[in-house]
């Protein structure tokens, strides 16, 4: 299906928010129904739209698409797909929800739209996954995003978007400017912009085509592939991202009584490894998870690297006393009984939390002379 498209290049996804903040009937005051997803959370806060977020929940970190449907009202702008959630890379069922809405939209009278945001599988999908329908091939998408900086292979300021045809983009929207020579349609959040972010684009696409960027994203999938199986071997994680997704791998370990994610993520970095740890949202905030997202550079080498450098860091960690815990029985008299029967004095938590300081600073400091760091 042909779709016309409106240009849009820009510097957050929020600037490519549905088919003009409440178009349907020019209501203001609707809603917008999706996942979890930062860009819809500013969204709704600037324009003072109401945002309906479809909950999370542990071992389901996409939107449900029955949940969505039924929270659509009279007043619903649109429901939101993400193509490759942030959390886990996860595509959201865009065809299960747009069946779901024409079923409601029929015994409703409504006509309450989809926009998918596609800002990282945008990319990904149409190559990896062509027989996928998450498109204008289903009849409810009016509006798609993707961001050029992520797997369109541009350095950071550009995103695209994309209407189904002019009719879904209100002429009420677009501003008309001349004093540039001609007469230059806009429809963006701000004005004054570089163009080498749209030439670096065009670019891309004419060099690498098709071809180049199907061979481009099945690469990143093959090293994600890699990068998975070494730490599944380890034996100490979860995988919690998809085999079919964007190609990035989110991990959480099967056992942080001792130590945490974070602190995985911490000593990476002595590694030059910058791998984020993260709290999921509502309902799972319990869960902690790594991350790590492949991209064009990231090659073999780097991800059996990177799996030896996580054992490095396992190992190092496993010989350490625990930042959470502290093997300390607790008595309401503040008194225990040692292993020869003598009743000695109970350390506080103040004092079990200072003793532990201590010597994670005396193993920091003996590293830095082992290392020869000043």
Known sequence: MMAEPMREHDSTSVQRATRGVGDCSGRWYGGVIGGHNVCWEKFARYFEVELKEVKLREGYYVMNPVKA????????????????????????????VNDLLIEKNKQTGWDTPI?????????????????LEWDFRLPLVKSINVSGHKYGLVYAGIGWVIWRNKDDLPDELIFHINYLGADQPTFTLNFSKGSSQ???????????????YTNVMENCRENMRV?????????????????????????SLKDNHSHNEFEVSEFLRRFGWIVPAYTMPANAEHITVLRVVIREDFSRTLAERLVIDIQKVLHELDSLPS????????????????????VVAKKTALETQREITTIWRKWVMDRKKTNGVC
Do not use: W
Not at 78 to 95: M, P, Q, W, Y
Not at 115 to 131: K, N, T
Not at 323 to 342: I, Q, R
């Open 198 to 212: 749209v030439i670096a684009q065009y670019y891309q696409l004419i060099r690498l085509g098709h071809e180049g």
């Open 69 to 96: 449907v039924e929270m659509v009202d009279e007043n619903t702008i649109c429901v939101a797909a993400i193509l490759g959630s942030t959390l886990n890379g996860e595509f959201e069922d865009v065809k299960l």
């Open 323 to 342: 930042k959470l815990t502290a093997n300390v029985s607790v008595s309401v008299d503040h008194k225990e009984v040692d292993k020869n029967g003598t």
């Open 227 to 251: 990068l998975k199986d070494g730490l599944e071997k380890t034996g100490r994680f979860n995988i919690v991202s998809k085999d079919d997704g964007v190609p990035l791998v989110a991990f």
């Open 115 to 131: 926009h998918v945001d596609a800002a990282s599988g945008g990319f990904i999908a149409p190559f990896l996954y062509p027989e």
